[in-house]
């Protein structure tokens, strides 16, 4: 009797560990096949996007872009701002807002040729659940023409050097691949990706980049490839382009058909073709 009870407590105990024994297994088993099938996943996402917004930097003093003459109505009210006004400013921002005035700077680093900035901000954001590092920009497909679409030109005049950090790509020289334009750094003015990467996805942050794009030609198009690895040692690439079109950077036409200057002693604006103030092109004169 005691051995039947011996082993029917012995057979009870193995079942019960083997039961825990088979839990133990399925469970690590579902884990690795859910492991599996989110790799797998992972793989079909795109390494990362990209929301790009071209800047308007309220501490820069730019020339403000604009493709189509202001009419009469048009220039009699922006004459008639006082920028001292806070309704008027506003009032100037909505009015350029609705012309999609594009604004260019002066490059915040010496470039192959004189040439204006445009800025674009890159937002750059990973889903994928191990990081990768981007480790080169570079620009393709650029077409360049010395045809500006311009034919008005508002201007603010120079209140001295601002310096910004963040990366300068210089279409004009080569190669066309951006330097680092973060003036207490040590590598300034050196190739970014030299000694830099931007790091995104897994528990990393999205990548802000503030990218200046210069040029000394009328009008260039372009896109960026962006080169990267992520869990092996391959250098991956793929095409970062601005919502689907290309980036466009442009300089400041030389003879357009307004030119209306900022006077910063009357805080207010100047029609060049009407009285010539300094900062106003030689032609108007």
Known sequence: MALVVAVTVSLS??????????????????????EAAQSRFDETRAPFTTVVERLAEDEYQPDLLIDHPLTSAELRKLLALNMRDLGDIKDFDSMM???????????????????TASVYQLNIHSEKDDALTINGLEAMNVRCGD?????????????????AAGLLLD??????????????????????FSRHGIAIGGTQSPGLVRLE???GMARCTFNLRARYTH??????????????QPFVAESTPQRPEQEII????DGSFVDCSQRWVSGCSEFWK
């Open 171 to 192: 279409l004009d020289s080569r190669p066309k691949t951006p330097i680092n334009i973060d003036h207490d750094a040590p590598d300034a003015g050196k190739s970014y």
């Open 262 to 265: 900022f006077s910063i002693p």
């Open 97 to 115: 807002a609705e012309r999609k005035a594009r604004r260019v700077n002066t490059p915040s680093w010496t470039t192959a040729m004189p040439a």
């Open 231 to 244: 869990t092996d040692t391959e250098l991956h690439s793929t095409v970062i382009t601005n919502g689907g």
């Open 213 to 215: 794009v210069a040029t």
């Open 13 to 34: 105990v193995l079942a019960l560990w083997g039961g825990d024994l088979w839990n133990w297994w399925r469970a690590d088993e579902h884990m690795r096949q859910d």
């Open 147 to 163: 045809i500006s679409t311009a034919r008005t030109v508002i201007r603010f005049p120079s209140q001295g050097e601002i310096g």
